[in-house]
């Protein structure tokens, strides 16, 4: 029995390592430069009085480089960074390397235009669409990247909706708050990879169990609901199910209330 068991997990980890294989003997179709599938760099105030965001590539020895490259070196990630350099290649917005902006801004963005100094190199892509994100070192216990690629979500929507109209939402951006189509559409996709980064990488389930453990401090912080929001409550249908809806009354004029909470009270 035994020896079935470990044939089986060398037969799976054999399959995983030629899965992997197979899919960087593509890379050479999909990227420009196989060498330069994604480089970091670090925001500096306006390099030459550049109209987009500017910095510096973060040196590959430095320690923080290698801590976030080998945590964008997952499989997940690699995978959808192949991916986002398809939906450049399908649109037609291929020029420049990829990049994660690392910056002061808190949260997540998708940016577009960026300035790039490396030695006494200027670079600029005016139309590069690239990730930004704040990582700092006692992120990485609990995975510092585990929203990268719902933004990069954003980041592919951003490089082939180029022709739609531009829209932007008024609403609030919150798990637990009633948006707009357009809001939710765009958000709804973002999310959808940030489940995925969640089913695929170890690191994020423990870091995400850490967060949202039942410590009563931990758990009624706002943003901590919101996150275990996004994370499960599409997939256990908690919107459909365990939402309370307004009461309708035909001589209140007033709008339904927009920040309500799934979960039950
Ligand atoms: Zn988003």
Redesign the pocket.
């Known amino acids: 029995m035994k020896t079935s068991v470990y044939f089986l997990q060398i037969l799976i980890l054999a399959f995983i390592m030629l899965e992997v294989k197979a899919q960087k003997s593509y890379d050479h179709l999909i990227f420009p430069d196989t060498t330069e599938r994604i480089i970091l760099v670090k925001a500096r105030k306006s390099v030459d009085k550049s109209e987009n965001l500017s910095g510096s590539e973060l040196k590959k020895e430095l320690p923080t480089s290698q801590k976030i490259m080998r945590e964008l070196n997952y499989p997940f990630h690699q995978s959808v960074i192949r991916l986002n350099q398809c939906s450049r290649n399908l649109s037609g917005n291929n020029d420049g390397p990829n990049v994660l902006f690392l910056s002061e801004n808190q949260g997540?963005f998708p940016r577009q235009g960026i300035a790039i100094q490396s030695d006494d190199n200027l670079r600029e892509y005016p139309k590069l669409n690239y990730v930004d994100l704040v990582i700092s070192d006692n992120m990485f216990e609990t995975g510092a990247l585990d929203i990268y690629s719902?933004?990069l979500?954003?980041v592919m929507m951003n490089n082939i909706w180029e022709n739609f109209p531009k829209y932007i939402s008024k609403k609030q951006?919150v798990s637990m708050g009633v948006t707009d189509y357009y809001k939710a559409f765009?958000?709804g996709w973002?999310?959808h990879f940030q489940r995925l980064a969640h089913d695929q990488i170890p690191l994020y389930q423990t870091g995400f169990a850490k967060t949202y453990n039942y410590d009563r401090t931990n758990k009624l912080w706002h943003s901590n609901v919101d996150e275990n929001l996004r994370i499960n409550a599409v997939l256990t249908n908690d919107y459909i199910h365990r939402k309370l809806l307004p009461q309708y009354n035909p001589s209140n004029s007033l709008k339904p209330e927009e920040h309500c909470c799934p979960i039950k009270i």
Do not use: F, M
């Open positions: 997540g719902h933004e979500g954003h951006h765009a958000e973002g999310i």
